[in-house]
């Protein structure tokens, strides 16, 4: 059973400019989210994909957005970076229903570090 | 507007002593509360999780003790280990949001010293 893998774990990018991350679902798992995390802070809920579809967003402007395949794997795009989006960016995958109530158990990928100069 | 908070960020321990991380929430509509832990360059990894219609959870080492009325959970390690060194981090869910959405507290570094 594979886990949640990211890419690129690091990179680099000027303020304005346009990135994508990319995450493969562990295997089995139909839903992904995406969360982000400043550094001392704890993660912060972006948006859900489901079925291809967001089906729940934080509070995060439409400059985020995201993709998910028929595969399950997922793309958080950001356009028009500002410095504030310098940030660990975390994809967690989990089995839609398959949680504690309400709550799926989330498995995370190590995170892509993204720094805006 | 911080609905989860830890308001240790660090938190020192001997090996074989009790470890108490403590979380505060201020949503009375968060009904599923989890604990994470996270070591350097990996993604955090879920650890034990409660319902509100329970007040403890025990897994192995690890137990949570959820307090409703105070907005209060805690997660008890005993006996703790130096491989427990990590940062945790509790969140916390509410029925009928997305099952994807959690909301985490800012995290508290434990160190356990051998």
């Known amino acids: 059973e594979t886990g949640v893998t990211q890419s690129p774990t690091h990179l680099i990018k000027t303020r304005g400019q346009q990135v994508t991350l990319r995450c493969s679902s562990q295997s089995g798992h139909n839903t992904v989210s995406w969360y982000q995390q400043a550094l001392g802070q704890g993660p912060q809920f972006i948006f859900q994909?489901?079925?291809?579809?967001?089906?729940g967003r934080g509070n995060f402007p439409p400059r985020f957005s995201g993709l998910q395949f028929p595969n399950y794997s997922s793309e958080l795009n950001v356009n028009a970076l500002e410095l504030d989006d310098s940030a660990l960016y975390l994809c967690?995958?989990?089995?839609?229903?398959?949680?504690?109530?309400?709550?799926?158990?989330?498995?995370f990928g190590a995170g892509s570090r993204l720094t805006v100069l | 507007d911080q609905q989860v908070k830890q308001n240790s960020p660090s938190l020192s321990v001997q090996e074989g002593r009790i470890s108490i991380l403590n979380c505060d929430y201020t949503?009375?509509?968060?009904?599923?509360f989890l604990w994470y832990k996270k070591y350097p360059a990996e993604g955090p990894t879920f650890l034990i999780s409660?319902?509100?219609?329970?007040d403890k959870n025990e897994d192995g080492r690890f137990t949570v003790f959820l307090n409703k009325s105070a907005k209060h959970l805690s997660l008890h390690i005993v006996p703790s280990q130096p491989g427990d060194s990590a940062v945790y981090f509790c969140?916390?869910?509410?029925?009928?949001?997305?099952?994807?959405?959690?909301?985490f507290g800012q995290g508290t570094i434990l160190t356990v010293h051998p």
């Open positions: 409660i319902s509100s219609i329970k």
């Open positions: 949503n009375s509509m968060f009904d599923y």
């Open positions: 969140a916390a869910s509410a029925s009928g949001t997305s099952y994807g959405k959690l909301t």
């Open positions: 967690a995958s989990s089995l839609e229903g398959h949680g504690i109530g309400g709550a799926n158990v989330l498995t």
């Open positions: 994909y489901y079925r291809e579809e967001e089906n």
